[in-house]
């Protein structure tokens, strides 16, 4: 008679593997990516000590290096599937836990169960982003013109988004009666446009040739937007977060003129 758990007996001679070493350029994006994962981390730590201004600043430094980690493995060639599946989750604890977390410690607590469930939908909402962005990697390649845009908000701008009334008021905005309740409204849209099929501009738009006429101004103007953020960080991370959040109508017009333009001349060579 046979029994529901049959013995196990491990074969004794099991099959030896050969591990090849693994370059230092396949390792230098994985901990700037483990890097980003850590702010993040730590951006709970600080919320829970009642330092939300610091902890919004090591969202900010996640966000950073979360845009950093990519760039440097394609720079090396170190890109792989590990590395992909690694920044995911890095990203759902940075952009999807941290800035939940974040929000309900400092406001959205004094809704109680209201104020968990909008974090719940933020961390959600991420979760299923990162999700559909793995099953999206192995679809078909796109045209050429639609790299320039994201399908709903990035993760990191999702947690900018999320995180804008926090970031208000630490510079300089005072509370006011009602405001848990819009934090709670504007946490619950932000998760809303992150699992949305909204085109919105993408970092991968930066690739773009531009004019040599362009590079001076533009070089000037990123030197100030850098010393902005050394000397007042969260007046320019707002201001920069409202940009955002006006230019998503603007990307969406200009998808969709492309794609009119593209059913006008026929489909485009793909990527």
């Known amino acids: 008679m046979e029994t529901i758990f049959p013995p196990y007996e491990p074969d004794p001679t099991p099959p030896q593997r050969r591990f090849r070493p693994v370059p230092i350029r396949m390792l230098i994006?994985?901990?700037?990516?483990?890097l980003a994962l850590a702010a993040g981390l730590t951006a709970v730590k600080l919320a829970l000590e009642g330092r939300f201004d610091l902890a919004s600043i090591s969202i900010m430094v996640a966000a950073i290096l979360d845009g950093l980690d990519g760039r440097i493995a394609r720079a090396l060639g170190g890109t792989?599937?590990?590395?992909?599946?690694?920044?995911?989750?890095?990203?759902?604890?940075?952009?999807?836990?941290?800035?939940?977390?974040?929000?309900?410690m400092w406001l959205l607590k004094?809704?109680?169960?209201?104020?968990?469930?909008a974090g719940l939908v933020l961390a959600f909402a991420q979760a299923l982003r990162l999700a559909r962005f793995n099953v999206m990697i192995d679809s078909e390649p796109k045209p050429d013109w639609q790299k320039a845009f994201a399908v709903g908000v990035p993760a990191p701008s999702g947690a900018m988004m999320a995180l804008l009334p926090l970031n208000l008021h630490l510079a300089g905005m005072p509370h006011f009666a009602g405001e848990s309740v819009l934090v709670m409204l504007w946490t619950v849209l932000t998760g809303i446009l992150a699992v949305s099929w909204l085109p919105t501009f993408s970092g991968k738009g930066l690739r773009t040739p531009i004019s040599r006429n362009w590079v001076v101004p533009?070089?000037?103007?990123?030197g100030i937007v850098v010393f902005l953020l050394v000397v007042h960080p969260f007046e320019t991370v707002s201001a920069l977060t409202l940009l955002y959040v006006i230019c998503i109508p603007v990307a969406i017009r200009a998808f969709f003129r492309q794609k009119r333009a593209e059913s006008r001349s026929g489909p485009s060579n793909p990527a």
């Open 29 to 34: 994006p994985n901990l700037v990516t483990l």
């Open 80 to 104: 792989s599937r590990f590395g992909a599946e690694l920044d995911s989750l890095a990203d759902f604890v940075s952009f999807g836990c941290a800035p939940a977390l974040v929000l309900y």
């Open 110 to 117: 004094d809704l109680k169960t209201a104020g968990w469930i």
């Open 218 to 222: 533009l070089l000037l103007l990123a």
